[in-house]
């Protein structure tokens, strides 16, 4: 099969300094990539290849606030939508020929999975000087949350079976699921501190020091797989 690749892309920045202490920025970022036969090799037809559709939305927020001379807080916060897709190609049940190695007529199955996250991660950043060397010291904290979905369906015959393997044209194996429409979802949380400081010791000598904690946790509710 011949492989057809779109690819579109779309950016946009926007930074505004309402006040000598704050300052604001916004960008946005999205993506798109569609491929009409993936997985395609020499053996698999056309129909039983999957037509892939990805998308990705990216936005970040970013704030900056010189409280003073020596001190900046800093404030970041971040969407990630994504979600892709693959359609068969061929209706119906997919044939795995044993002797050739070929799919044929159909990849039995199509699906689309999504991700959505957030993110927030606040900081506050200290410059002292004095005895000893300067020092960069900042401190901060970091949130993240989100879900992914999954939700596939196979292609099952009347017989309820979406998959076939033949032997020279005759059938030996037949496979199919009971639910054709399978619904699931997890979720992530993860929460985030940190210290760390750059001193600078001399004019040749700099060390980094610093220390951080995560916790991270990955929820799966009671799923409802029959749709």
């Known amino acids: 099969a011949d492989i057809t690749r779109k690819q579109r892309f779309a950016f946009g920045k926007a930074t505004t300094q309402f006040h000598p202490k704050h300052r ?3 960008v946005y970022n999205y993506s798109a990539d569609d491929t ?3 997985f395609a090799s020499q053996f698999r037809t056309p129909e039983s290849t999957l037509l892939s559709e990805q998308w990705t939305s990216t936005a970040n927020l970013q704030w900056n606030y010189v409280a003073t001379p020596r001190l900046l807080v800093e404030m970041r916060a971040a969407n990630v939508d994504r979600s892709t897709t693959y359609v068969s190609n061929g209706d119906g049940p997919s044939y795995s020929e044993q002797s050739t190695g070929m799919l044929t007529r159909s990849a039995g199955f199509g699906n689309e999975q999504t991700r959505d996250r957030i993110q927030l991660q606040p900081s506050a950043s200290y410059w002292l000087g004095g005895f000893g060397g300067d020092h960069h010291l900042k401190v901060g904290f970091e949130y993240e949350s989100g879900v992914s979905g999954y939700d596939g369906r196979f292609y099952n015959d009347e017989q309820g079976l979406y998959a076939y393997t033949t032997r020279d044209g ?6 199919g699921y009971v639910r054709p429409h399978i619904v699931s979802s997890d979720e ?5 501190a940190y210290a760390q400081d750059t001193w600078k010791a001399g004019r040749r000598l700099t060390m980094n020091i610093g220390v951080r904690l995560n916790n991270i946790q990955n929820v799966v509710p009671v799923q409802d797989f029959v749709q």
């Open 170 to 175: 005759v059938p030996i194996q037949a496979s």
């Open 24 to 26: 604001i920025s916004v």
């Open 36 to 38: 009409d036969h993936m």
């Open 188 to 192: 992530f949380r993860g929460l985030g």
